[in-house]
T-cell receptor
């Protein structure tokens, strides 16, 4: 069974530029999550989708971050404009129900 | 918001030793999950716990869901070099936060051969 796919693995941009990350969850998983993991910290939930709908985006900085999950499968997370403090690994995860989350390898963002 | 305190922050042990780490919460959780993360990779699920008092093993790993539902423990027996990594606890409450998983800060494990 294929795992959670993410791209790109690495991205380096300058502050005020924009960036987008893509995620393809495990087939059949209705719930999709985007987490931000800053170096030395645990993952922090940015947004959670249940099919097409947003379940929780309380910690998403909506002035610069946006995410969508069209057709209830793939998802895209965008940052515009990026700030230095956005340097982190962006992890996508999916789950079948209220059970275990399965993570992708992450997309490492460096903002210069 | 929910907060998890994970300890210790780091451990340096000799190969063959046993390891214990724990996580405490300021609120009650219905699910506890333990993950391991290797450098440059996403977290990988080790053990999932769904009932207070539950004790679950996965090879050399054993985890327990605390009776108070505010804590969980992970033990690794007879450590080996490949156990090196960062271990995260994660908890999920029910109700309006259904599905939202909160992570601890992680325990960095170093195993000396």
């Amino acid at each position: 069974e294929a795992g959670v796919a993410q791209s790109p693995r690495y991205k380096i941009i300058e502050k005020r530029q924009s960036v987008a990350f893509w995620c393809n969850p495990i087939s059949g998983h209705a719930t999709l999550y985007w987490y931000q993991q800053i170096l030395g910290q645990g993952p922090k939930l940015l947004i959670q989708f249940q099919n097409n709908g947003v379940v929780d985006d309380s910690q998403l900085p909506k002035d610069r971050f946006s995410a969508e999950r069209l057709k209830g499968v793939d998802s895209t997370l965008k940052i515009q404009p990026a700030k230095l403090e956005d340097s982190a690994v962006y992890l996508c995860a999916s789950s079948f129900g209220p059970g275990e989350l399965f993570f992708g390898e992450g997309s490492r963002l460096t903002v210069l | 918001g929910q907060q998890l305190n994970q300890s210790p922050q780091s451990m340096f042990i000799q190969e063959g030793e046993d390891v214990s780490m724990n996580c405490t919460s300021s609120s009650i959780f219905n699910t506890w999950l333990w993950y391991k993360q290797d450098p440059g990779e996403g977290p990988v699920l080790l053990i999932a716990l769904y009932k207070a008092g539950e004790l679950t093993s996965n090879g050399r790993l054993t985890a327990q869901f605390g009776i108070t539902r505010k804590d969980s423990f992970l033990n690794i027996s007879a450590s080996i070099p490949s156990d090196v990594g960062i271990y995260f606890c994660a908890g999920r409450a029910g109700g309006t936060s259904y599905g939202k998983l909160t992570f601890g800060q992680g325990t960095i494990l170093t195993v000396h051969p």
